[in-house]
């Protein structure tokens, strides 16, 4: 499985903004996809996750705010993002693995890893 995330860019306070990660190799099975982030000097953080049966979670951080979905047509996991912060500053990244659970955790462990896409929120 290869991800490349996209969509990134400069966005001010308040600001929308969708970000996509590309599954480049056909996937089979039952699986989750999650993004994460990581800002400068903290930790990763799970944002959200979407198993293949539908089921999603989310970080308190992204509730309300982000919605993440799978457009299997387009091979994409979408991360729509709204009410932009400046702590939402960070690199965003796409992830994958094989699940037969029915649903992903915030903290699953996950094989695959997209580079990122950089994501900067400011006035």
């Known amino acids: 499985v290869q991800l490349m995330e996209s969509g990134g860019r400069s966005v001010q306070p308040g600001g929308s903004l969708t970000l996509s990660c590309a599954t480049l190799r056909y996937t089979y099975g039952q699986y989750c996809m999650a993004w994460f982030r990581q800002a400068p000097g903290k930790e990763r953080e799970g944002i959200a996750t979407f198993h293949s049966r539908g089921t999603t979670q989310y970080a308190d951080s992204a509730k309300g705010r982000f919605t993440i979905s799978r457009d299997k047509a387009k091979k994409t996991l979408d991360l729509q993002m709204n009410d932009l912060k400046v702590e939402d500053t960070a690199m965003y990244y796409c992830?994958?693995?094989?699940?037969?659970?029915?649903?992903?955790?915030?903290?699953?462990?996950?094989?695959?890893w997209g580079q990122g896409t950089q994501v900067t929120v400011s006035s």
């Open positions: 992830a994958a693995d094989s699940n037969s659970g029915g649903w992903c955790a915030l903290d699953a462990y996950f094989s695959y």
